[in-house]
Structures are given as structure tokens and as C-alpha cells.
């Protein structure tokens, strides 16, 4: 059974009305994107309630990305901004998505401070969208970007260090992979080294999954760089690091 058929019509309604949070991806999914927008924006123009109903039959990211600039479109920045304040999860995922959608020509600092908000929100989601949001104007910047986002490796918040290990896979979720990451993996080692022994496992984890995508294409490099690793920072984090980033090779 999949995980959405569990949700109850009441609970559908209640992430449907844009007055609670999703507790899951299962309820992420199941919410109905045209609904929510007229509980949101009761007064939204018939243009953009079409785009909405339009965007409910596409992929989750795909959803997420045609919300954001139907929303940018049609009611414009000021609007946008205020939804990145708004109780609902998803309805703070349109807003990064707007703002990012407007943002594609934007050096990789203000894609970063256009972020940064969601990329710190307290709800996982809306930290998912953040990166998803921004990561495709900053792949043309690449090496800009893994500057840029060098220095986030640092922050005192683990949200925001996780986004800088995460925004940048190789391979990712739901997102278009990085071929030059894929080919030459080593390009990211600014953002792998300073988290390679990070306290949190929401870090760690997101360390991990990066190597991880990497050694699908280059196993060598990703068995050399634990092996580095292990030697000079040994430890409980970097050990579970290095578990997680050779499980697709069976080490």
C-alpha cells in the first residue's frame, strides 16, 4: 500500500486549507496544489488558478518549480515574499521557487541570500525546496558556486552546512545530475573536507550521500578519499561517513 493511501481525507483537507504543516513527504505529495492556492490566495486571478490546476499533474519538483513562477508571474515579488513567511510548508516552497525563478541570471551570492532563509526553515521540506530551488542557476556557476558555498561549511546552524554539502551532489534527489561532478568528483572536495568529521548526522549524512553519488562513477576516487579520511580524522563521525559513502560499492 503506498504511504499517501494512509493519509485520512480529514488530514487531506487540513494540508489542503493552508493552516497546518506536513508531517511527511507522503503528505507533501497529497497535497493539491489548486486548492491550496485559493485557501492562500482566495483572490487569485483566473490565470493563475489555471496554472495551479496546470501544475497539480506534473511531477513533485516540476509542481513545485511551475507554482513558483506562475506565482512570480501573476502577483509579482512583494507577494512572494510575504508567502515565504506563511504557516504552510509547501506554500513556503512556492516562495523560494518565485523568487528563484527570477533569479536565474543572478550571480551565485544573491542566489545564496535569496536561499538562505529556507535553507534554515525549521521544517525539512521547506529545506529540501530551498536547495532544489537555487541549485540549477548555480550548476553554470560551478565553480563560483562551490566558493560561495565554502564558507557555509563553517555556520554554527547544521541546516545551513548541510545545504552546502547537499545543493551540489553529483547525483542529488529529484534533480538533474551535475555530469562535470560525475566526471571529476574532486572538484568538490571544498565542501567535502571541512565536513568530512562534522558533530551533526544531518551533515554527516548529506557528506555521505554526495561520496556516495560519486563512487557510482568513480569508485576509485571515493575509495581513495575514505581511505585518506579514516587516516586523518579518525573517529565515530567520519567512520559512519565513510560506511554510508562506500554502500553502493559493498565495502
Known amino acids: 500500500m503506498s504511504p499517501t493511501t494512509s493519509i485520512t481525507a480529514e488530514r487531506r483537507a487540513d494540508l489542503n486549507s493552508g493552516q497546518v504543516e506536513s508531517r ?38 516540476a509542481r513545485m518549480q511551475a507554482m513558483g513562477e506562475a506565482l512570480y508571474t501573476h502577483l509579482g515579488r512583494s507577494a512572494c515574499l510575504a508567502l515565504a513567511d506563511h504557516p504552510a510548508d509547501t506554500v513556503r516552497g512556492w516562495a523560494v521557487f518565485a523568487l528563484a525563478s527570477q533569479e536565474k541570471d543572478a550571480d551565485v551570492e544573491t542566489l545564496l541570500a535569496l536561499a538562505r532563509p529556507a535553507a534554515d526553515d525549521p521544517h525539512f521540506g521547506v529545506r529540501e525546496w530551498s536547495w532544489m530551488a537555487v541549485r540549477p542557476h548555480m550548476v553554470p556557476q ?41 566526471k571529476e568528483p574532486e572538484r568538490g572536495l571544498p565542501l567535502l573536507e571541512p565536513l568530512r568529521a562534522d558533530s551533526s548526522r544531518y551533515v554527516q549524512d548529506s557528506v555521505a550521500n554526495w561520496v556516495n553519488d560519486a563512487s557510482k562513477t568513480q569508485p576509485t576516487w571515493a575509495i581513495e578519499l575514505c581511505e585518506r579520511w579514516r587516516e586523518e580524522s579518525p573517529g565515530p563521525a567520519t567512520e559512519r561517513i565513510i ?8 565495502r
Not at 545551513?160 to 551532489?169: D, K, P, Q, T, V
Open 24 to 61: 511527511t513527504l507522503a503528505e507533501i505529495l497529497v497535497i493539491t496544489h489548486s486548492t491550496l492556492l485559493t485557501q492562500v490566495v482566495p483572490d487569485a486571478p483566473g490565470d493563475l488558478v489555471d496554472a495551479a490546476r496546470h501544475a497539480d499533474s506534473l511531477g513533485i519538483l
Open 142 to 182: 560551478l565553480d563560483e558556486a562551490i566558493r560561495a558555498l565554502r564558507q557555509w561549511t563553517s555556520e554554527p546552524s547544521e541546516r545551513i552546512r548541510r545545504f552546502a554539502g547537499e545543493a551540489l551532489r553529483p547525483r542529488g534527489v529529484w534533480a538533474r545530475h551535475i555530469p562535470v561532478l560525475k
Open 243 to 250: 560506511k554510508r559513502a562506500l554502500r553502493s560499492i559493498g
